[in-house]
């Protein structure tokens, strides 16, 4: 059964920075592409980033560029997002979600739980 | 910037069937953007429903379809159920390793 579960959130203040990871199991880790996805509070999915098998290639969502970093360590079935000069509006639940290839592109088909991630002073 | 554009909120009565959409603030949606739905009941983590356009993920019920339809993307509901009504998003791959998600759709079943 293919489980990802997130850790590391809560509450920094604006300015600070935060370590998510997500602990993955049930499949060959290392083969799937992975993404992170955020939702603020009473809002929609937004993506965040996303990272390739070996972590070679990784790619950002405007919003994030420059002060979020993706990587992954196939050792340990972790994903990692860095987060750091965090602001008010990246409060949100962020899930970790691994990607399927089919048809030429990598797609989220597994969801984790999520971690809440507040940002305030 | 590209927005990607879903219906406020929408009702089905029990056992209908109802077409959500996805479309974009500039362009037609076509299968090379390789439109995926979700479904996420509050509270709860999204679930995968339909990715690249009309692939049903594990153990998602044949009522749920998707679709191309005219400029958009479609996903069409048949038979609505009570656990049905949740939200609904639509992503869209942007090129260069981006995605974009729509606002979401509430569906009510009443």
């Known amino acids: 059964e293919v489980q990802l579960v997130e850790s590391g959130g809560g509450l920094v203040q604006p300015g600070g920075s935060l370590r998510l990871s997500c602990t993955a199991s049930g499949f060959t880790f290392s083969s799937h592409w992975m993404h992170w996805v955020r939702q603020a509070p009473g809002k929609g999915l937004v993506w965040v980033s996303r990272v390739n098998g070996d972590g070679s290639d990784t790619t950002y969502a405007d919003s994030v560029k420059g002060r979020f970093t993706i990587s992954r360590d196939n050792a340990k079935n972790t994903l990692y997002l860095q987060m750091n000069s965090l602001r008010a509006e990246d409060t949100a639940v962020y899930y970790c979600?691994?990607?399927?290839?089919?048809?030429?592109?990598?797609?989220?088909?597994?969801w984790g739980q999520g971690t809440l991630v507040t940002v305030s002073s | 910037q590209t927005v990607v554009t879903q219906e406020p909120s929408f009702s089905v009565s029990p056992g209908g069937t109802v077409t959500l959409t996805c479309g974009l603030s500039?362009?037609?949606?076509?299968?090379?953007?390789?439109p995926s739905w979700y479904q996420q009941t509050p509270g709860q983590a999204p679930r995968t429903l339909i990715y690249n356009t009309n692939t049903r993920s594990s153990g998602v019920p044949d009522r749920f379809s998707g679709t191309i339809l005219g400029n958009k993307a479609a996903l069409t509901i048949t038979g609505a159920q009570a656990d049905d009504e949740c939200d609904y998003y639509c992503v869209l791959y942007m090129g260069s390793g981006t995605w974009v998600f729509g606002g979401g759709t509430k569906v009510t079943v009443l």
């Open positions: 979600a691994r990607a399927v290839y089919d048809k030429g592109v990598h797609v989220v088909d597994y």
């Open positions: 500039s362009g037609s949606v076509s299968t090379s953007y390789y």
